[in-house]
């Protein structure tokens, strides 16, 4: 294939390119700076634009297959208006450049895979029985500053005019070095871990290796489209991720964090630790993909090296069965 990503030198966009590349994919990386010219000579398959030239002029960039797009400022900064209309911009004038560029492609692609957020659905406390679990079929319901960018962020998709946009709702994404996970794994070793608000508040995470295997899998079967939730198939709380994450680490999980505290010390950006989302991939299951890590366990057993690969976490889950407390 050859594919366009939108935001390829990010957390996310680093690791897609990495599998594209690998398995002999022509990949054109869309950003808003170029790399120091020593790194765009290192793979013959891969080049780089900005967003200006490819937008000014479409026609000399060639075909695409496939359009990804992961590009938007990161929501880790100190929520002042500024950065507020900075993390909404980025992410609708992104989706409104792919909408603006397509139609000049001497041949455009087909599926553009554009990235969303798990925030669209607003927030899931657990009551420990029947609880509601969203899959795609769930309607939009935002009820904060992330709820509402995801909800004008997909209206921007969809103005796109590719056969197929599918909307990726990304969850918490876990990688080892980047991202939340380092900094909660260190809290747990430096015995401060434990639970931010009451703890019920759902935990929507997936493993940054099925992130990019559902990308990757989205690009390719033509029956995907419109919302994919991009998360584990094991919803948890956030108590229940720190209570495993301490077991695996072999850690205790009691610091208590109040809300009204966390409130105090973040402001509004603490909506990222005092809420979150039950949900499910439903689309990516009855489509077919494998979860490389579809526990939580088999995760966090990667991303703490304690077990060398998946198959022998998947057999350890096995033995063991499933910690979900």
């Not at 594919?3 to 030198?9: E, I, K, Q, Y």
């Not at 500053?145 to 590719?162: K, R, S």
């Not at 991202?179 to 931010?196: C, D, E, N, T």
């Not at 077990?307 to 022998?312: L, M």
Request: proline content about 7%; glycine content about 10%.
């Amino acid at each position: 294939m050859r594919v366009f990503v939108c935001g390829g030198t990010g957390f996310i966009g680093r690791r897609v390119v990495e599998a594209l590349l690998e398995r002999g994919d022509e990949v054109l990386v869309i950003t808003r700076r170029l790399p120091p010219s020593s790194v765009m000579r290192r793979n013959p398959k891969l080049r780089y634009a900005t967003w200006q030239d490819w937008a000014a002029h479409p026609g000399e960039w060639g075909r695409a297959d496939g359009i990804v797009n992961l590009a938007g400022e990161t929501i880790n900064q100190r929520w002042t208006k500024d950065a507020k209309q900075r993390i909404l911009h980025s992410r609708t004038q992104t989706a409104q450049w792919i909408a603006d560029t397509l139609p000049k492609m001497p041949e455009p692609p087909k599926v553009v895979v554009s990235a969303s957020g798990i925030a669209i659905y607003g927030h899931m406390f657990s009551t420990g029985e029947d609880d509601l679990i969203f899959d795609e079929s769930a309607p939009p319901y935002p009820q904060d500053f992330l709820g509402h960018v995801t909800v004008a962020w997909e209206q921007a998709a969809d103005a796109i005019t590719a056969e197929r946009v599918v909307k990726l709702r990304l969850g918490l994404v876990l990688d080892r070095k980047d991202g939340v996970f380092p900094i909660l794994a260190r809290s747990y070793r430096w015995l401060i871990g434990g639970r931010f608000g009451n703890g019920r508040q759902g935990f929507p995470w997936i493993h940054i290796q099925d992130v990019v295997g559902l990308i990757l899998f989205c690009l390719e079967r033509p029956e995907i489209s419109g919302p994919v939730n991009a998360v584990a198939p094991d919803p948890v709380t956030a108590d229940q991720f720190g209570r495993t994450l301490g077991r695996v680490l072999d850690r205790p999980h009691w610091f208590h964090v109040p809300g009204w505290l966390a409130r105090m010390a973040l402001g509004e950006r603490s909506v990222l630790l005092l809420t979150g989302q039950l949900a499910r991939p439903r689309k990516a299951l009855e489509a077919g993909y494998t979860f490389r890590f579809p526990t939580l366990r088999m995760a966090l057993r990667d991303l703490t090296r304690r077990s060398p690969d998946a198959g022998q976490a998947r057999r350890l889950d096995d033995e063991t069965g499933r910690i979900n407390m």
